[in-house]
């Protein structure tokens, strides 16, 4: 049915522009010998004017305006801290790796070696291979008072 | 509230206000940022609520379509455009969300046929527009409800002319069809 195509066609592009005379002398001819064709075009015009009445036309809230301002100024505040925060945290950590660095240089503590020397030992030794001995201070000399 | 004192002049006097106060939004002036939601919140909020038909989920993709274009107002080669801008992410937020609805609803109840009835009709082609495709719906939305013409719901949307008219014939076809079967006409 290739009149009917052209029909349909005609009707979906008469919602965007002026059908010519010609054009337009056709779509009436042919509504008026093709039932389907008729039918169609009605539900086509009704679904889209249904669909325009249902515009929606909706008012912003009181509060809309101070809403909208408060999360802009959160957001920019955001934003801002957002662009220093890499040069924050930098600046912490190498603040914490030059405290430790300076720890280190200025701790003045000896190390001593578990050597045994009064053993003969000429090796270090692990603490467990180190035989315990108990050191004892001289006896202070006592004094007998009867 | 703050108000947009726009009534008196002409749209040239008016584009040249507007570049002046996203000129001054940048430096932060919070003045200028008022009179520019006050511009646009109306026409934003119309629309994300045609597009979402839920007036509160518009109040707020609204209110994230202004966040969005003052975080990114530093993209914005020339000033005048700002409107345009705000549009643009203003839809595409709502199809964001359009998108998200549609996958979350992955079963829709039929329509039921009914006869008449203002609120029921509202009801019933609301429920026929979410079975779309997100594309489809904003594409038939900003043509027959925002009145766009095909250049501007092309822009908006960054597609060629070509796919608004394929895009805009498919959604009124089948509509029309979701329309015939919801309401029993054939």
């Not at chain 2, 107002?73 to 005048?80: E, F, G, P, S």
């Not at chain 2, 409800?145 to 766009?148: G, K, P, Y």
């Given at each position: 049915m290739p009149n009917c195509r052209k029909f349909r066609r005609l009707c979906l592009e008469r919602e965007d522009r002026e059908l010519r005379p010609r054009e337009t002398a056709f779509v009436d001819s042919h509504r008026e010998a093709c039932d389907p064709c008729r039918i169609q075009e009605a539900a086509s015009v009704n679904s889209l004017n249904m669909l325009r009445a249902i515009t929606m036309t909706v008012q912003p809230s009181d509060s809309y305006d101070s809403k909208l301002v408060r999360r802009v100024k959160i957001d920019r505040g955001r934003d801002r801290f957002a662009y220093w925060f890499p040069g924050i945290v930098s600046a912490g950590i190498a603040s914490f790796a030059m405290f430790a660095l300076l720890q280190l240089v200025t701790s003045s503590h000896p190390v001593k070696p578990f050597i045994d020397r009064s053993a003969g030992a000429q090796n270090f030794a692990a603490p467990d291979q180190i035989e315990p001995r108990l050191l004892l201070a001289p006896e202070a000399p006592r004094s007998i008072t009867r | 509230m703050f108000s947009a004192?726009?009534?008196?002049?002409?749209p040239s006097e008016a584009a040249l206000q507007e570049r002046q106060w996203v000129a001054k939004c940048r430096e932060g002036d919070e003045s200028a940022l008022g009179m520019l939601i006050a511009r646009h919140r109306n026409r934003l909020l119309r629309t994300a609520a045609n597009l979402l038909r839920d007036r509160h989920e518009a109040e707020d993709v609204s209110q994230e379509a202004f966040l969005k274009a003052f975080r990114e107002?530093?993209?914005?080669?020339?000033?005048?455009a700002f409107s345009g801008f705000l549009y643009r992410i203003c839809v595409r937020l709502c199809m964001d969300r359009l998108r998200l609805k549609r996958a979350e609803t992955t079963e829709f109840d039929s329509v039921e046929p009914h006869q008449g009835g203002n609120v029921e009709n509202r009801i019933v082609i609301e429920k026929l527009l979410a079975q779309l495709p997100a594309e489809l719906r904003a594409t038939l939305v900003l043509r027959e409800?925002?009145?766009?013409s095909y250049e501007e719901v092309a822009t908006v949307m960054n597609v060629p002319i070509g796919t608004v008219r394929s895009r805009l014939h498919t959604a009124r076809e089948r509509f029309r069809k979701l329309w015939v079967e919801a309401v029993g006409e054939q």
């Open positions: - | 004192r726009t009534y008196t002049l002409s107002l530093h993209k914005l080669r020339d000033d005048r409800m925002e009145q766009l």
